[in-house]
């Protein structure tokens, strides 16, 4: 009992962060402008400290069962991290754009962050490394296909028809997402695996020295994680707004900051088999985390927007709409063989860093 909660300080930290913030919200937001943004980037990093916790316990869940049901829990872990949040922000102060922007960052945060640096610094230790070419073509037509109804399409469609369009988004997103999996976890399993004969060798000495994984544990501590983030998510969303206004600082500011929280934990995951020579992981991670943002994130979303009365602004900016397909047009032609190297690494670098740019730039 005491090991566990050793192990759990992380997320002890965070509880602890949650009990104080709440008495102290008042004093928060009536201190200053100084005082609420510095509160918001100290709840963000207790909120990425209750993250990375859910992620491990989802990824002990997921060396449990075994890809592709692995990663499949390591990405839903991230989106359903990512939706609590994006739910008690618009809750509180709802913003047109902040599920857009949020979407948008996620997917470039993704593929052009993660899989670009994973990729480089995978290249660079290993040279080519090889997964399954099956993966990349699925995600990647899936990914282009969701993003296009979803957030393309919505600029042709009048005002006065959201709801019926948002409705109809709603039952795509779920029909999509519904046969996906069950191809993903049945007849094209295959698709999403790669065998690593001689890294597994070399992991099962040590993976039998480890203590047996308990799944009640992970999955308690897995929801649990997920309140505490949401707690504290709910006061760090008012300290963030009002440490930001009046800054000049772009908007899609609050959408990356949302987008990089569900993400964090992903990135080391990712990183760990990109230097373990196990592409495959980095490319379901990266890939199958773009996928279920779009994918299960629109819905929830569309569906509170219908609830509520109040449309989003799902249809992405011109800029936004080029990037997704330069992103997605340089993705299908790197990842087309079945290995990547350093060179297409960089290439999908550079897209994030001009990502950055822009959104820097308020564009």
Known sequence: M??????????????????????LEHWMLHSGQVV???????????????????????????????????????????????VVILAIMMSNEPSPTLVRDTIYSAVMLDINGILGLAALMGGIKHGEQSYNDDSARTYSVMILTAMGVSMVVPEFIPQADWKIYSAFTIGAMVVLYTLFLRM???????????????KR??????????????????????????????ALAEVMSKTLDLGLEGTGAP????????????????????????????MQ????????????????????????????????????????TVM???????????????????????THFVLFATFIMLSLLGL
């Open 2 to 23: 005491l090991t566990s909660l050793k192990q759990e300080k992380f997320m002890l930290l965070a509880l602890i962060a949650a009990i104080a913030a709440y008495p």
């Open 201 to 230: 060798r070399k992991k099962l000495p040590e993976a039998e020295h480890e203590a047996p994984v308990s799944l009640a544990f992970s999955i308690g501590t897995l929801v649990f994680g997920v309140i505490v983030i949401g």
């Open 281 to 320: 992981s980095v490319v379901n991670i990266a890939l199958g985390a773009s996928l279920s943002t779009v994918i299960l994130t629109v819905p929830v979303m569309e569906a509170m927007a219908l609830y509520s009365g109040q449309p989003f602004q799902m249809a992405m900016t011109p800029v936004q």
């Open 36 to 82: 609420a943004l510095v509160a918001g980037v100290v709840l963000i990093g207790f909120i990425v400290m209750a993250s990375m916790r859910v992620a491990h316990h989802a990824e002990q869940l997921a060396e449990k069962v075994g890809d592709p049901y692995g990663t499949m829990i390591l990405t839903l872990a991230a989106v359903l991290v990512e």
């Open 184 to 198: 993903q976890v049945g007849p094209h399993s295959y698709f999403f695996s790669y065998s690593y004969p001689e």
């Open 324 to 346: 997704v397909f330069i992103t997605l047009i340089v993705s299908a032609i790197n990842l087309n063989d079945g290995e990547t190297n350093a060179i297409e690494g960089m």
């Open 251 to 278: 908007p899609v500011i609050t959408a990356i900051v949302v987008a990089a929280i569900s993400a964090a934990p992903e990135i080391l995951t990712a990183l760990r088999a990109a230097l373990a020579n196990r």
